[in-house]
């Protein structure tokens, strides 16, 4: 009986030992994420795509007179309609020159239709129910791909009167057409490797990319997936799977793997927006916090002549300083405080946003706030 449980015992070792030597552990932290939606399969990109075209239709808001090339382009258009026209005596309001933009996917095909972004070059003021002529949109290299046009919708709307009142919801410049693009013609297309697939991952982390190969070697029952580096991970395709390589490639896909980020504080001093990623710790700080303002105020007073003298009727300004110090409010954080304790401590202090990303640049000036600060 003894003998027995010895060997059982030595038996479930080995293949403890074994699964470990196949599957090595790392930290399970963060959060679940499908493969696709962290990573993407090396050598297939989509391609950017750029066009020079005309808006027209606009409600006199298109290019001024100081926008030289849209005339001209104008000009060009019309004589290919057996319209001669010089360029430098057109005087219109209603085209807007455009540079159009766009993304091909690389399992894009002839005939398929892609979303376009119209951009507005000159000088006009807004491209409100303007349509895109035919625009030739070009590829990388020069070649032609695709043909863009049709009506722009720019989610927003704007109005003015003759004596400069003005009212404007959204930007109104940059226009978007759904499907605007027919693809002509498509690039070659890469074939996919049958030996091994690398999928990149669009956040490097060495933590990220081992729990990126243990997923992939769970799923696959073999160790056949391995992190190169901390934003690439490499799998040998199996011998059943070498005929139908974009099976393994859907499986793959779909394997839901924890990623791990790095502890980030984004700040946007210009629209005051602070985000405090999950994982930012601080150390044991005091902060104190208290407002000083400044206000001068500039009140103009009518200084009058006596009656019946030479004097002349003045104006004397009459400024007034006045000048207010809060009362400084101390918080104390412990060490290892999360970010509720952190945004509970601040929001007590009653700090504004700009207040918040003063306190955190100085907490990590002195050392106390356990994050990256990236300043937008």
Do not use: C
């Not at 030289?68 to 104008?74: G, H, K, P, V, W």
């Not at 095909?109 to 070009?138: E, F, K, N, Y």
């Not at 005091?286 to 103009?300: F, P």
Request: zero cysteines.
């Amino acid at each position: 009986m003894h003998s027995f449980s010895l060997v059982g015992r030595r038996r479930n070792l080995a293949i403890g030992l074994a699964v470990a030597g196949m599957l090595w552990q790392v930290p399970t932290r963060g959060a679940e994420s499908r493969l696709k939606d962290v990573a993407t399969l090396s050598g297939v990109s989509p391609a950017p795509l750029v066009g020079y075209g005309l808006i027209v239709g606009l409600n006199k808001t298109g290019d001024k007179r100081q926008t030289i090339f849209s005339t001209q382009s104008l000009a060009n258009m019309l004589s290919r309609f057996g319209v001669e026209v010089p360029g430098d005596q057109l005087k219109v309001e209603n085209i807007a020159a455009v540079l159009v933009t766009a993304e091909l996917s690389p399992y894009q095909r002839a005939g398929a239709r892609i979303d376009v972004l119209a951009s507005s070059i000159g000088d006009a003021r807004s491209l409100q129910g303007g349509t895109l002529l035919p625009t030739p949109m070009r590829g990388p290299t020069g070649e032609m791909i695709a043909l863009a046009q049709g009506p722009l919708s720019i989610g927003g709307f704007g109005g003015g009167s003759g004596g400069g009142s003005s009212v404007q919801v959204n930007h109104l410049t940059v226009g978007r057409i759904p499907g605007g693009a027919i693809v002509q013609t498509v690039p070659p297309i890469a074939a996919i490797p049958t030996g091994s697939l690398t999928f990149l991952l669009h956040e490097p982390d060495y933590i990220t990319a081992a729990s990126v190969a243990q997923a992939v070697n769970a799923h696959l029952g073999v160790v056949l997936a391995r992190a190169t580096d901390p934003g690439s991970v490499t799998v040998q395709v199996p011998e059943q799977y070498r005929d139908r390589v974009p099976e393994l490639i859907a499986e793959l896909e779909a394997i839901a793997v924890r990623t791990d980020v790095v502890a980030r504080v984004v700040i946007n001093e210009r629209t005051g927006t602070v985000v405090v990623g999950g994982d930012v710790r601080l150390s044991a700080a005091a902060v104190a916090h208290g407002n000083l303002s400044v206000r001068i105020t500039t009140r103009y007073q009518v200084s009058q002549p006596a009656p019946f003298s030479t004097g002349e009727t003045v104006v004397v300004p009459t400024e007034k300083v006045e000048l207010q110090e809060g009362r400084a409010r101390v918080v104390t954080l412990d060490e290892g405080v999360t970010l509720e304790s952190v945004t509970s401590a601040l929001n007590s202090l009653g700090a504004s946003p700009r207040d918040i990303i003063a306190i955190l640049q100085a907490l990590k000036a002195a050392g106390a706030l356990r994050a990256e600060i990236v300043i937008l």
